[in-house]
């Protein structure tokens, strides 16, 4: 595995520095040695107090805090509020090396140390390391987050589906079942008198039940997907969200397509399913076309509407966050095939949602 890259590249804004530091000419030449190395400085300041203000008001990317301050709290104190208050990373500049100082400063997690004097490449690679590490933990946070709404998202999906799934039973299927066991009672009670199409009425309403049955089991997971492929699958899909919403839906794809990996399958059949519901609410199209094909060793699967698009970035931010679950879940079950799914659109130009993925047909294993 190669060794990750500590340096920290050029940005549109520059990374700022605060330097706090209680020695005026330290503070100068640190400045110095901080802007040599590219980064933009803030201060410095020579007081805790301050120096917590400035973290409050500028927002740095990182604090380089002297121990040993002027004034009523040290450098310890004050970086343990700029932490905790809003979440900046701290490394240390210090003198003195003594144990129970440093055990001190470990409960405020810093990002490093640096202890005087010191040169200017330990300060560059500890700067860089810090700022790595801090980029680091923020995607993980950020990917915590994530997992903690699909995770939430998940059970409240599985709860409403049984509620769903309840109150078609009460519904729909306890009807039925109450209407035979009453028509049933009838002909028991009257048996030499019952109308002949009483008999008939029974049989219907259980071919109706049945239908019932086909139809909330095809809800669940549709059997042609385990049966057919995910070709047939997708089209009955197509045509069936064609039906409900009123745009036409263009499916495409190879005539011999192998029967994929029941995991590239199902897939690919909800994240399709996730897009055309998106549109329906969305897009306001008059068109969609999906197609599936392979490249290479790739496969590939686009859905694309006329509609009137949005903004990526803003949509991007809402899954970040946490608030656009549908395409996390898009995401994350291109992830767990190892591939990308990559979203583009134009506010009045459309959408396009496209899955890559290796190529794996059944039998064959991740």
Request: glycine residues 6%.
């Amino acid at each position: 595995m190669c060794a990750p890259n500590m340096n920290v590249p050029p940005a549109a804004k520059p990374v700022k520095i605060l330097i706090v530091e209680d020695e005026v000419i330290v503070a100068r030449d640190i400045a110095q040695q901080v802007l040599a190395l590219g980064y933009q400085v803030l201060g410095p300041t020579s007081l805790g107090e301050e120096a917590i203000g400035l973290a409050g008001m500028w927002r740095p990317d990182l604090v380089l805090m002297d121990i040993q301050l002027a004034g009523e709290i040290d450098g310890i104190a004050a970086a343990q509020t700029i932490r905790q208050k809003f979440g900046i990373p701290v490394v240390f500049l210090t003198a003195f090396a003594a144990d129970d100082i440093l055990e001190r400063a470990k409960l405020t997690e810093p990002f490093g140390y640096v202890l005087k004097p010191f040169s200017e490449r330990e300060l560059s690679t500890v700067l860089a390391m810090a700022l790595y590490k801090h980029q680091a933990e923020a995607k993980l946070m950020i990917t915590t987050r994530q997992l903690q709404a699909l995770s939430r998202r998940v059970l409240e999906a599985q709860e409403q589906e049984r509620r769903r799934v309840a109150i078609e039973l009460h519904d729909e299927l306890g009807q039925s079942l109450t209407a035979i066991k009453i028509n049933l009672q009838l002909g028991e009670r009257f048996k030499d008198q019952a109308p002949a199409d009483l008999y008939q009425e029974n049989i219907r309403i259980v071919e109706d039940a049945l239908q019932q049955v086909r139809s909330l089991a095809t809800a669940l997971r549709p059997s042609m997907l385990d049966d057919l492929g995910l070709a047939p699958a997708l089209k009955w899909m197509a045509e069936q969200s064609a039906s409900r919403s009123g745009f036409e839906v263009q499916f495409h794809h190879a005539r011999t397509l192998e029967r994929l990996a029941p995991e590239i399958e199902t897939a690919c059949f909800r994240i399709v399913q996730e897009a055309l519901t998106n549109i329906t609410r969305h897009a306001h199209a008059s068109t969609v076309k999906i197609h599936l094909r392979r490249e290479l060793n790739d496969m590939v699967l686009t859905v694309a509407d006329d509609g009137r698009g949005f903004d990526t970035a803003a949509m991007r931010e809402r899954a970040a966050s946490g608030a656009s679950l549908g395409v996390l879940g898009m995401q994350e079950r291109a992830t767990l095939l190892g591939g990308q799914l990559d979203i583009s659109a134009q506010p009045g130009l459309g959408s396009t949602v496209e899955l890559r993925c290796p190529w794996r047909t059944q039998g064959e294993g991740l």
